[in-house]
């Protein structure tokens, strides 16, 4: 973070009184656990509305949103500053190109993350994405292989879009459910979380509505269709999964690189030394032993 000028977070203070009091309160339960600074990557496919989120976390226009315009084409760190506390946020390009996971994209962001701690991942998608895919499994694994799947320990998978009208004569809270189910399923099986590990991986999901269209409440803030303030919310739980006890994930050289192939096999040698001794050396001194002895027999007896 060295060299980068870091804002005064001014803009908390364009949000609705109740929406601030909340943040502050929120700030200081993070300094009153020695948390100075915070930094939030944002991950997910493209136009599901990352950056859109980012913008409204800060409360300001720092990334570029636009219908006719791709998303930004590499990360951005966003960083704010307030009574001591440290946010940074780093938006990242959509992880698919040409109906593949893209390796050059997240080659990119691990590039861009050398030497920084991920404290917590946002894992953005659609609220009103009908159904989980392949592609959906494919970019969890993904992740999991670049910074391994302990990385969802510090995650918060974010729903975009939420202010819907469910399909199906399904309730809002049927449709959220069963959305849920599904994308937490694939994450499980894109991570390799197997059923012994499902509770250690308490992944917590926050809905999310970035548009001018959401609704308010009588304190002018913005609100899901069960009534819950969305920001405040989001922070919330950004929160508690910064202070679950489980490590961040810190991105050095060794991560960005990956194992080292000449390396992958050392683990096998001494077991193939052990199979050689037992089943070839052993075999053949024995052979040699009992030609010895045949040939050290007198021939008369």
């Known amino acids: 973070m060295a060299g980068q000028l870091i804002k005064e977070w001014s803009a908390i203070q364009q949000f609705p009184s109740a929406t601030q009091e909340k943040l502050v309160d929120l700030l200081g339960k993070l300094k009153n656990q020695n948390v100075n600074t915070l930094t939030i990557l944002v991950m997910g496919k493209g136009g599901v509305g990352k950056s859109s989120t980012v913008n409204s976390v800060i409360g300001e226009r720092v990334v570029t949103v636009s219908a006719f315009q791709s998303e930004t084409p590499r990360p951005v760190m966003v960083s704010r500053s307030r009574s001591g506390f440290t946010l940074n946020i780093i938006d990242t390009p959509g992880l698919v190109e040409g109906g593949y996971v893209s390796d050059q994209v997240l080659d990119t962001i691990k590039r861009f993350l050398l030497n920084k701690t991920v404290d917590v991942l946002l894992y953005v998608d659609r609220l009103d994405a009908y159904r989980v895919d392949n592609m959906d499994k494919q970019i969890v694994k993904a992740i999991s292989d670049s910074f391994?799947?302990?990385?969802?320990?510090?995650?918060?998978?974010?729903?975009?879009?939420?202010?819907?009208?469910?399909?199906?004569?399904?309730?809002?809270?049927?449709?959220?459910?069963?959305?849920?189910?599904?994308?937490?399923?694939?994450?499980?099986?894109?991570?390799?979380?197997?059923?012994?590990?499902?509770?250690?991986?308490?992944?917590?999901?926050?809905?999310?509505?970035?548009?001018?269209?959401?609704?308010?409440?009588?304190?002018?803030?913005?609100?899901?269709?069960?009534?819950?303030?969305?920001?405040?919310?989001?922070?919330?739980?950004?929160?508690?999964?910064?202070?679950?006890?489980?490590?961040?994930?810190?991105?050095?050289?060794?991560?960005?690189?990956?194992?080292?192939?000449?390396?992958?096999?050392?683990?096998?040698?001494?077991?193939?030394?052990?199979?050689?001794?037992?089943?070839?050396?052993?075999?053949?001194?024995?052979?040699?032993?009992?030609?010895?002895?045949?040939?050290?027999?007198?021939?008369?007896?």
């Open 148 to 301: 391994g799947k302990e990385i969802w320990h510090k995650a918060v998978v974010v729903l975009t879009h939420a202010q819907l009208s469910p399909p199906d004569a399904l309730t809002y809270e049927e449709f959220f459910s069963k959305r849920w189910e599904s994308l937490l399923k694939c994450i499980r099986q894109g991570a390799r979380i197997n059923k012994n590990e499902a509770q250690q991986f308490a992944i917590p999901v926050a809905l999310v509505e970035n548009s001018g269209r959401c609704n308010k409440n009588e304190h002018d803030e913005k609100i899901l269709p069960m009534g819950t303030p969305w920001i405040p919310n989001l922070i919330h739980t950004i929160t508690d999964v910064t202070l679950n006890g489980k490590r961040g994930i810190l991105v050095d050289q060794k991560l960005i690189e990956g194992p080292n192939a000449n390396d992958r096999g050392k683990i096998y040698i001494p077991l193939i030394l052990a199979f050689q001794f037992l089943f070839i050396i052993k075999p053949i001194q024995k052979m040699i032993k009992a030609d010895v002895a045949r040939e050290s027999k007198p021939s008369w007896a």
